[in-house]
Protein backbone atom coordinates (compact mmCIF):
# COMPACT_ATOMS: atom_id res chain seq x y z
CA UNK A 1 0.00 0.00 0.00
CA UNK A 2 0.89 3.42 -0.90
CA UNK A 3 0.51 6.68 0.95
CA UNK A 4 0.12 6.26 4.82
CA UNK A 5 -0.70 3.30 6.27
CA UNK A 6 -1.06 2.35 9.61
CA UNK A 7 -0.75 -0.75 12.03
CA UNK A 8 -3.06 -2.51 13.66
CA UNK A 9 -6.18 -1.13 12.46
CA UNK A 10 -8.05 -2.45 15.33
CA UNK A 11 -6.87 -2.88 18.77
CA UNK A 12 -8.66 -3.70 22.01
CA UNK A 13 -6.63 -3.51 25.08
CA UNK A 14 -7.55 -3.55 28.94
CA UNK A 15 -6.39 -0.35 31.19
CA UNK A 16 -3.21 -1.96 32.48
CA UNK A 17 -1.94 -3.18 28.90
CA UNK A 18 1.24 -1.65 26.68
CA UNK A 19 0.53 -1.41 23.36
CA UNK A 20 2.20 0.43 20.42
CA UNK A 21 0.71 2.14 17.11
CA UNK A 22 2.59 2.44 13.97
CA UNK A 23 2.34 4.75 11.43
CA UNK A 24 4.55 4.45 8.10
CA UNK A 25 4.69 7.31 5.25
CA UNK A 26 5.72 6.26 1.51
CA UNK A 27 5.57 9.98 0.46
CA UNK A 28 8.81 11.13 1.61
CA UNK A 29 7.08 13.91 3.80
CA UNK A 30 9.48 15.37 6.92
CA UNK A 31 6.50 15.72 9.06
CA UNK A 32 3.82 13.53 10.70
CA UNK A 33 1.12 14.06 13.10
CA UNK A 34 -1.25 12.06 15.61
CA UNK A 35 -4.67 12.59 15.46
CA UNK A 36 -7.48 11.60 17.80
CA UNK A 37 -11.15 11.17 16.43
CA UNK A 38 -13.84 10.51 18.68
CA UNK A 39 -17.72 10.71 17.66
CA UNK A 40 -19.20 13.32 17.80
CA UNK A 41 -15.75 15.64 18.45
CA UNK A 42 -13.19 17.27 16.34
CA UNK A 43 -10.66 15.92 14.54
CA UNK A 44 -7.94 16.57 17.88
CA UNK A 45 -4.51 17.52 17.13
CA UNK A 46 -1.86 15.23 19.48
CA UNK A 47 1.33 15.67 18.46
CA UNK A 48 3.35 16.71 15.92
CA UNK A 49 6.95 16.55 14.36
CA UNK A 50 9.20 18.02 12.03
CA UNK A 51 12.28 16.48 10.66
CA UNK A 52 11.92 13.71 13.51
CA UNK A 53 11.52 16.13 16.22
CA UNK A 54 8.62 16.81 18.38
CA UNK A 55 7.50 20.22 18.30
CA UNK A 56 3.76 20.29 18.96
CA UNK A 57 2.20 18.48 22.19
CA UNK A 58 -1.21 19.73 22.83
CA UNK A 59 -1.50 18.66 26.04
CA UNK A 60 -1.43 15.44 25.39
CA UNK A 61 -1.86 13.43 28.97
CA UNK A 62 1.21 11.20 29.73
CA UNK A 63 -0.04 7.78 29.14
CA UNK A 64 0.29 8.48 25.16
CA UNK A 65 3.88 8.68 24.43
CA UNK A 66 5.02 9.97 20.99
CA UNK A 67 8.40 8.77 19.09
CA UNK A 68 9.71 9.78 15.94
CA UNK A 69 12.64 7.25 14.50
CA UNK A 70 12.86 9.11 11.60
CA UNK A 71 11.26 11.18 9.04
CA UNK A 72 9.05 8.02 7.66
CA UNK A 73 7.84 6.24 10.83
CA UNK A 74 5.70 7.52 13.62
CA UNK A 75 4.57 5.72 16.64
CA UNK A 76 2.64 6.04 19.82
CA UNK A 77 3.09 4.02 22.85
CA UNK A 78 0.12 3.34 24.72
CA UNK A 79 0.28 2.60 28.22
CA UNK A 80 -3.03 2.80 31.45
CA UNK A 81 -5.37 4.28 29.27
CA UNK A 82 -8.98 4.62 30.11
CA UNK A 83 -11.91 4.03 28.47
CA UNK A 84 -12.43 7.60 27.32
CA UNK A 85 -8.98 7.15 25.63
CA UNK A 86 -11.40 4.66 23.13
CA UNK A 87 -11.27 6.67 19.30
CA UNK A 88 -9.89 6.20 16.17
CA UNK A 89 -6.40 7.50 16.42
CA UNK A 90 -5.09 8.92 12.82
CA UNK A 91 -1.58 9.06 11.54
CA UNK A 92 -1.01 12.28 8.97
CA UNK A 93 2.72 13.35 7.01
CA UNK A 94 3.02 16.37 5.01
CA UNK A 95 6.02 18.41 3.33
CA UNK A 96 7.12 20.86 5.68
CA UNK A 97 8.91 23.94 4.98
CA UNK A 98 7.68 24.04 1.83
CA UNK A 99 7.18 27.06 0.15
CA UNK A 100 3.75 27.95 -1.95
CA UNK A 101 0.47 26.24 -1.60
CA UNK A 102 0.83 22.23 -1.47
CA UNK A 103 0.93 21.49 2.51
CA UNK A 104 -2.14 19.28 2.34
CA UNK A 105 -1.69 16.24 4.97
CA UNK A 106 -2.17 12.87 4.24
CA UNK A 107 -3.99 10.47 6.43
CA UNK A 108 -3.47 7.10 7.09
CA UNK A 109 -6.74 4.67 7.70
CA UNK A 110 -6.59 5.13 11.13
CA UNK A 111 -6.13 2.65 14.45
CA UNK A 112 -9.27 1.99 15.56
CA UNK A 113 -9.07 1.42 19.51
CA UNK A 114 -11.25 0.07 22.04
CA UNK A 115 -9.94 0.67 25.48
CA UNK A 116 -11.94 -2.26 28.05
CA UNK B 1 -5.64 29.21 20.45
CA UNK B 2 -7.67 28.83 17.24
CA UNK B 3 -11.80 28.56 18.09
CA UNK B 4 -13.76 26.80 15.20
CA UNK B 5 -17.02 26.13 14.54
CA UNK B 6 -19.09 24.31 11.68
CA UNK B 7 -22.54 24.20 10.75
CA UNK B 8 -24.72 22.76 10.15
CA UNK B 9 -24.12 19.13 11.78
CA UNK B 10 -26.09 17.21 9.63
CA UNK B 11 -27.27 18.42 6.08
CA UNK B 12 -29.69 16.67 3.73
CA UNK B 13 -30.01 17.95 0.13
CA UNK B 14 -31.96 16.99 -2.64
CA UNK B 15 -29.22 15.53 -5.89
CA UNK B 16 -29.09 18.02 -8.55
CA UNK B 17 -29.48 20.81 -5.38
CA UNK B 18 -26.54 22.59 -3.98
CA UNK B 19 -24.61 22.44 -0.65
CA UNK B 20 -23.25 24.81 1.33
CA UNK B 21 -21.19 24.60 4.89
CA UNK B 22 -20.30 27.12 7.33
CA UNK B 23 -17.24 27.73 9.84
CA UNK B 24 -16.13 30.20 11.81
CA UNK B 25 -12.85 30.98 13.17
CA UNK B 26 -11.28 33.04 16.49
CA UNK B 27 -7.66 33.38 15.60
CA UNK B 28 -7.48 36.45 13.01
CA UNK B 29 -4.38 35.21 12.36
CA UNK B 30 -5.14 32.58 10.78
CA UNK B 31 -4.24 31.94 7.33
CA UNK B 32 -4.94 28.62 5.28
CA UNK B 33 -8.38 26.88 5.45
CA UNK B 34 -8.69 23.35 4.13
CA UNK B 35 -11.65 21.25 4.44
CA UNK B 36 -11.43 17.64 4.08
CA UNK B 37 -14.11 15.10 3.60
CA UNK B 38 -14.36 11.82 4.99
CA UNK B 39 -16.66 9.37 3.64
CA UNK B 40 -17.65 5.89 5.73
CA UNK B 41 -14.84 4.12 7.31
CA UNK B 42 -12.32 5.59 5.50
CA UNK B 43 -9.55 8.21 5.65
CA UNK B 44 -9.96 12.32 5.56
CA UNK B 45 -8.99 13.87 2.15
CA UNK B 46 -8.57 17.25 1.07
CA UNK B 47 -11.37 18.68 -1.70
CA UNK B 48 -9.67 22.03 -1.29
CA UNK B 49 -8.15 24.73 0.15
CA UNK B 50 -7.88 28.81 0.15
CA UNK B 51 -5.33 31.14 1.93
CA UNK B 52 -6.20 34.19 3.51
CA UNK B 53 -4.87 36.36 0.30
CA UNK B 54 -7.75 35.32 -1.84
CA UNK B 55 -11.76 35.71 -1.33
CA UNK B 56 -12.94 32.27 -3.41
CA UNK B 57 -11.25 29.09 -4.99
CA UNK B 58 -13.24 26.76 -7.48
CA UNK B 59 -12.65 23.38 -8.37
CA UNK B 60 -15.29 21.63 -10.69
CA UNK B 61 -18.33 21.70 -8.75
CA UNK B 62 -17.06 22.85 -5.18
CA UNK B 63 -15.94 26.43 -4.27
CA UNK B 64 -15.12 27.75 -0.71
CA UNK B 65 -15.09 31.83 0.02
CA UNK B 66 -13.33 33.51 2.93
CA UNK B 67 -14.16 36.61 4.69
CA UNK B 68 -11.41 37.49 6.54
CA UNK B 69 -13.15 40.43 8.06
CA UNK B 70 -15.79 38.09 9.46
CA UNK B 71 -13.26 35.81 9.96
CA UNK B 72 -15.67 32.78 8.17
CA UNK B 73 -15.42 30.90 5.59
CA UNK B 74 -18.22 28.49 3.28
CA UNK B 75 -17.66 25.46 1.38
CA UNK B 76 -20.08 25.47 -1.25
CA UNK B 77 -20.80 22.21 -3.83
CA UNK B 78 -22.96 22.03 -6.48
CA UNK B 79 -25.01 20.08 -8.81
CA UNK B 80 -24.83 17.64 -6.10
CA UNK B 81 -24.55 14.15 -6.49
CA UNK B 82 -24.59 10.49 -4.07
CA UNK B 83 -21.25 10.32 -4.19
CA UNK B 84 -20.94 13.98 -2.05
CA UNK B 85 -22.63 11.91 0.41
CA UNK B 86 -19.64 11.79 3.27
CA UNK B 87 -18.67 13.86 6.75
CA UNK B 88 -16.98 16.95 5.71
CA UNK B 89 -14.59 18.83 8.09
CA UNK B 90 -13.19 22.51 7.74
CA UNK B 91 -10.30 24.03 9.48
CA UNK B 92 -8.22 26.70 9.90
CA UNK B 93 -4.53 26.90 10.72
CA UNK B 94 -1.62 29.84 11.81
CA UNK B 95 1.03 28.85 8.69
CA UNK B 96 3.89 28.68 10.18
CA UNK B 97 6.43 28.19 6.71
CA UNK B 98 4.54 24.93 6.15
CA UNK B 99 4.04 23.20 8.80
CA UNK B 100 -0.23 23.51 9.15
CA UNK B 101 -1.39 23.14 12.57
CA UNK B 102 -4.78 22.44 11.90
CA UNK B 103 -7.50 23.08 14.42
CA UNK B 104 -10.88 21.11 12.85
CA UNK B 105 -14.58 22.03 12.93
CA UNK B 106 -16.50 19.15 14.89
CA UNK B 107 -17.78 17.92 11.05
CA UNK B 108 -21.12 18.11 8.84
CA UNK B 109 -22.86 15.07 8.03
CA UNK B 110 -23.70 15.45 4.47
CA UNK B 111 -26.59 13.52 2.82
CA UNK B 112 -27.57 13.41 -0.87
CA UNK B 113 -31.38 12.51 -1.17
CA UNK B 114 -31.92 10.60 -4.78
Known amino acids: ETGVTQTPRHLVMGMTNKKSLKCEQH?????MYWYKQSAKKPLELMFV???????ENNSVPSRFSPECPNSSHLFLHLHTLQPEDSALYLC???????????????FGPGTRLTVL | GENVEQHPSTLSVQEGDSAVIKCTYS??????FPWYKQELGKRPQLIID?????GEKKDQRIAVTLNKTAKHFSLHITETQPEDSAVYFC?????????????FGTGTRLTIIP
Open chain 2, 50 to 54: IRSNV
Open chain 2, 27 to 32: DSASNY
Open chain 1, 49 to 55: YNFKEQT
Open chain 2, 91 to 103: AASRSNFGNEKLT
Open chain 1, 27 to 31: LGHNA
Open chain 1, 92 to 106: ASSRFGASGTNNEQF
